[in-house]
């Protein structure tokens, strides 16, 4: 055998030689992805298989003299028909594993090196030879060979490209791996250009909102997709190496803006759910919604977030916070001021859904003083700030109102369509659930075992109020089954949380007033 045909072996052994070094490491990788996703289907092989192809090629190297150069070529045709079973097993389990299961298993498993990627991606090089690049595969080299080049910088919280010399020697080792396929230069200069052209497009983006509406993502990977083979020349590999990390900077950026507005907006969802009725539909929607939420939170975590899902919850909450809103202005209405009221009543053009309704008998009579004392607190309130911010100011938290309380009082003065039984009847409630508050104090502050007589006037006062407790507890009762048979699930809810501080407070009362 001459020279020449000695170096097409050796040319050739070299090659069988890194292929089989690249599918041992896939092997490696194979067993550490099932291991993570327990799902996927188990890669079949003989134990004696590598270790075989192993030692023929080694038999191989002890052979590549110009005397047994034929032999030697022989053997290899030996090896490269044991390597096709092993490759196309890997190769089916692998079709299992979606670039984004890919990112998620090295976002898991942080151990790993320059040299495992680099195998990984030979692998996928040397077992495509001859074959059409499937879209997902070159998804996953262009994930893998991004890892490889990038570096974050700390000080300017970004990624950047390493070592220009050490990334063009890795990007002639991809090429050189998948045969340094011959393209005009003109062609490349071109597709390089283009690439480039896009990232600074991305760079000009200055919101997720926009970076959809100019479908710069999807016209990346579209491009990138139709570069077959041409995707790993040297000089447009660097050229989508500068893009990707462009566009992984920029999205970052976005996405640290979006988390905040997006959590801040589902959160508004949340609390203006808990003020209107839910009808089936709109229940419904909003389960699904909460559905998304958790996926949502899950992804941040794991920073497996897409720009997909990002974009499709925004586009549900901008849906639904209008539809919420009108919903809440429904129910709360905008109070006349008190002087408006007064007015209106001074001069005989009092109108019974715009002004204070009128005492309401005996049980208002009773708790007179403490219902002014909620009206004129809530008077001084803006009355299109929410209810549950309400409750915190400091003179609304002293007097111990609840948000459906102060629902209740801007219904019964705001001018609008509803059940003023009710509205009264809870605003009453609150007032005697004050006075009950007060007259527990006042025992209180008197109570000595040993001194004080269960006749003092206190004691006969807190058990009329609490003849009052039980009555109203009652009440509640009522109102809560015909809020039930209705179906109106939320007020049930509300006016039972609303009978639970009543019975709290009327309790401490009736046991102080029936010791012994």
């Not at 920073?303 to 202005?329: G, I, M, S, W, Y």
Request: glycine share 4%; net charge negative.
């Amino acid at each position: 055998m001459s020279v020449q045909d000695l170096n097409r072996v050796h040319r050739r052994y070299i090659r069988v030689s890194n292929f089989f070094k690249a599918a041992w490491t896939f092997r490696q990788f194979i067993q550490g992805l099932q291991k993570v996703f327990t799902d996927l289907t188990p890669f079949h092989e003989e134990p004696e298989d590598f270790q075989a192809i192993y030692g023929a090629l080694k038999l191989v190297s002890q052979n590549l003299s110009e005397s047994a150069a034929e032999a030697a070529s022989g053997m290899l045709d030996d090896v490269e028909r044991k390597m096709v079973p092993l490759v196309q097993g890997l190769l089916a389990v692998d079709e299992q594993v979606s670039p984004g299961l890919l990112r998620l298993f090295f976002q898991r498993v942080k151990n790993y090196d320059d040299n495992i990627l680099t195998q990984l991606i030979k692998f996928y090089l040397y077992s495509m030879d001859g074959d059409t690049w499937r879209a997902d595969r070159l998804d996953k080299s262009d994930f893998l060979a991004t890892r490889l080049a990038e570096e974050y910088n700390d000080s300017r919280d970004t990624f950047v490209l390493r070592d220009p010399a050490y990334l063009r020697e890795v990007a002639q080792a991809f090429f050189t791996a998948l045969g340094s396929p011959t393209t005009p230069e003109a062609e490349i200069v071109v597709v390089r250009d283009e690439i480039l052209a896009l990232g600074r497009r991305i760079e000009e983006v200055e919101s997720m909102d926009e970076l959809h509406e100019r479908r710069l993502i999807a016209l990346y990977r579209d491009r990138k997709h139709g570069l077959a083979e041409r995707f790993f020349h040297p000089k447009i590999l660097h050229a989508i190496w500068t893009t990707n990390l462009k566009l992984k900077n920029r999205v970052h950026q976005l996405y640290r803006q979006e988390e905040q507005r997006i959590v801040a907006e589902y959160q508004q969802v949340f609390e203006l759910e808990r003020d209107v009725p839910i009808d089936v539909q709109l229940g419904q929607e909003l389960s699904q919604f909460r559905v998304s939420v958790e996926r949502f939170e899950e992804q941040l975590q794991g920073e497996n977030l897409r720009l997909e899902d990002l974009a499709q919850l925004r586009r549900k909450v901008r849906e639904l916070v209008p539809r919420l809103q009108r919903d809440v202005a429904s129910t709360g209405p905008f109070v006349q001021p008190v002087e408006v009221r007064e007015f209106l009543s001074e001069t005989s053009m009092e109108d019974i859904a715009t002004v204070h309704r009128p005492p309401a008998g005996a049980d208002l009579d009773y708790v007179q003083t403490q219902f002014d004392a909620i009206v004129a607190t809530l008077d001084d309130t803006n009355p299109t700030t929410d209810p549950r911010k309400v409750v915190l100011q400091p003179e609304v938290f002293s007097l111990g109102i609840g948000a459906r309380e102060i629902l209740a009082y801007r219904r019964l003065y705001g001018g609008v369509t509803c059940d003023h039984d009710l509205e009264q009847f809870i605003l009453e409630a609150a007032a005697l659930r004050a006075r009950i508050e007060t007259e527990v104090d006042q025992i209180k502050g008197i109570l000595d075992d040993s001194a004080v007589a269960q006749d003092a006037p206190i004691f006969s006062k807190a058990r009329r109020t609490a003849r009052r407790g039980d009555l109203y507890l009652k009440r509640f009762s009522h109102r809560i089954e015909q809020a039930v048979l209705d179906s109106d699930g939320v007020e049930a809810k509300q006016l039972q949380l609303l009978k639970m501080r009543m019975m709290r407070a009327y309790s401490g009362l009736w046991l102080m007033v029936h010791r012994n």
